[in-house]
C-alpha cells in the first residue's frame, strides 16, 4: 500500500501561484493513480486534478484547467500541483489520495490512500 505526505500549502494573493508536493513511499505498481483533491469549509471534498503515473495521462476539474498542473517526478516518488492564477474560491485544505488506476478519478472511493492534507489560503 502506498503512504503519501503533502507539502507546500500556504497564503497567496490572488493571482499569486503555489507549488504543493505529494511524497509518495511504500509498494508501487507500474503505473497507478496519484490525485489532488481540495475540501472547503462547509463544502464536500472535490477533486482537482489526477496523473496516471508512468504514463503520463492527466485530468483536470474544468474549474482548474488552464491554471493548475500536475506532474510526476519518477526519481523522488513524488507528484507535484503547480497552481497558477490562484482564486480565492481555491482556497481550502488539499489532499493528496493514491490508487491503483485512474477510472473516475474524481471519485473519493476508488483512493486507498490518503495525506493528511495541506492547507491553501487565497486572499482577495
Known amino acids: 500500500r502506498v503512504q503519501v505526505v503533502e507539502s507546500g500549502g500556504g497564503s497567496v494573493q490572488a493571482g499569486g501561484s503555489l507549488t504543493l508536493t505529494c511524497s509518495s513511499s511504500?509498494?508501487?505498481?507500474?503505473?497507478?493513480?496519484m490525485a489532488w483533491f481540495r475540501q472547503a469549509p462547509e463544502k464536500e471534498r472535490e477533486g482537482v486534478a489526477a496523473?496516471?503515473?508512468?504514463?503520463?495521462?492527466?485530468y483536470y476539474a474544468d474549474s482548474v484547467k488552464g491554471r493548475f498542473t500536475i506532474s510526476e517526478d519518477n526519481a523522488k516518488n513524488t507528484v507535484s500541483l503547480q497552481m497558477d492564477s490562484l482564486k480565492p474560491e481555491d482556497s481550502g485544505m488539499y489532499y493528496c489520495?493514491?490508487?491503483?488506476?485512474?477510472?473516475?478519478?474524481?471519485?473519493?472511493?476508488?483512493?486507498?490512500?490518503w495525506g493528511q492534507g495541506t492547507q491553501v489560503t487565497v486572499s482577495s
Open positions: 489520495a493514491s490508487a491503483p488506476m485512474c477510472v473516475q478519478w474524481s471519485r473519493m472511493a476508488g483512493y486507498d490512500s
Open positions: 496523473i496516471s503515473t508512468g504514463r503520463g495521462s492527466t
Open positions: 511504500g509498494r508501487r505498481y507500474s503505473s497507478n493513480c
